[in-house]
């Protein structure tokens, strides 16, 4: 009975460390952290342990440290069946839920995990209202991954709800992005708007230039397929003045959406400047996916839909995104590769 009030403080404090992380708020994450490791060297308990290293865990996953992530989540697998609650088994259902999302890109095998950590819900009456507005956040984010979309915004919903009664505005937005992605998937342009304007709004509230960037791009996206192209291109250029120093993936990704929304506008002269700036950059950052995509947009705007394409495509554009498993590239740019074959008929046995 003694060791109980310990324990209970040190669940609090856990608490204390998960709500600073999920807002997030790095440098009260960290003051907490160091708080409990000083506690837990002078009052250590196996059950308690294996608490922290739950969110530890969670905390190499917010910064961004997988290899310590990947090292702590072995150790929390090796150690999951001895005398663990409940409640540790919802975390760690969820924690590895994540680190699929997070390390492994593999949001199918991370719904599986959130499936089981859903289950335990209902009984865990000491979980916030905040930390299960952060799992229905995530259990979203993948969900909408998978095209499992009413289900997505189901639990984007139930995220958004607390986190706005709780003034969580970051969080908010980015539920608010979620909401946005799937109704355009739906293919209801207007409600999708109006999701992603308000992310904007309520990102501005925060200091996260990165989610102001996303929400500006996925407006883009949205005007671009809708065929306004004048304001897709001004939110891309909005997305990208947000852009930091080093952010060599994103920068490339917005210059190639821009150079796309102007071939499709008949822009060709402003495209090919953006088209040969976009390429010199992805080669000098080594962004070798985009040399590809880039190098695509060049052929067409120097060249048409003619051989030199065609060879590009099939000999290596289609062979690297194979490699690399990515099978959405590889159907467009086989279809690509076959309106070449179609427009220019030049291709007959020899």
Not at 39 to 59: T, V
Not at 127 to 153: M, W
Request: glycine residues 4%; positive net charge.
């Amino acid at each position: 009975m003694r060791g109980q009030p310990t324990a209970n403080i040190f669940i609090d404090k856990f608490r204390q460390w998960h709500h600073a992380m999920i807002k997030p708020e790095h440098a009260k994450a960290f003051l907490i952290k160091r708080e409990i490791e000083s506690e837990l060297h002078s009052k250590y308990d196996g059950q308690i342990a294996g608490f922290y290293k739950l969110f530890h865990l969670r905390y190499t996953l917010l910064l961004n440290q997988f290899k310590k992530s990947k090292q702590i989540l072995h150790e929390c697998i090796a150690n999951r069946t001895h005398k663990k609650t409940s409640l540790y088994y919802f975390y760690f259902l969820f924690f590895r839920g994540l680190c699929c999302h997070k390390f492994k890109k593999n949001d199918a095998g991370a719904i599986r995990f959130y499936q089981k950590a859903e289950a335990f819900i209902p009984f865990l009456k000491s979980l916030t209202n905040v930390e299960k507005a952060d799992f229905y956040y995530h259990y979203g984010l993948s969900l909408s991954r998978c095209y499992k979309i009413d289900r997505s915004i189901y639990a984007a919903r139930l995220a958004l709800s607390a986190f706005k009664k709780e003034k969580y505005l970051e969080c908010a937005a980015k539920c608010k992005v979620i909401l946005g992605v799937n109704y355009q998937k739906k293919g209801k342009a207007a409600v999708s708007e109006h999701h992603y304007l308000q992310a904007v709004t309520l990102a501005k509230y925060t200091s996260n230039r990165q989610l102001i960037h996303t929400s500006y791009h996925h407006l883009g996206d949205l005007y671009s397929i809708e065929g306004k192209s004048r304001k897709a291109i001004n939110y891309y250029k909005k997305s990208l003045q947000l852009i930091d120093i080093g952010e060599y993936l994103a920068r490339a990704e917005t210059s190639f959406e821009i150079t796309k929304t102007l071939i499709s506008a008949g822009k060709h002269k402003e495209a090919l400047k953006w088209c040969d700036a976009g390429l010199q950059y992805a080669r000098r950052h080594e962004l070798i996916d985009y040399t590809y995509h880039f190098q695509i947009l060049y052929h067409q705007l120097t060249d048409g839909f003619g051989m030199m394409l065609y060879k590009y495509l099939e000999n290596e554009a289609i062979p690297f995104f194979k490699m690399k498993n990515e099978p959405h590239f590889v159907q467009e740019y086989t279809r690509l590769m076959m309106k070449c074959h179609k427009e220019n008929a030049v291709f007959v046995k020899e």
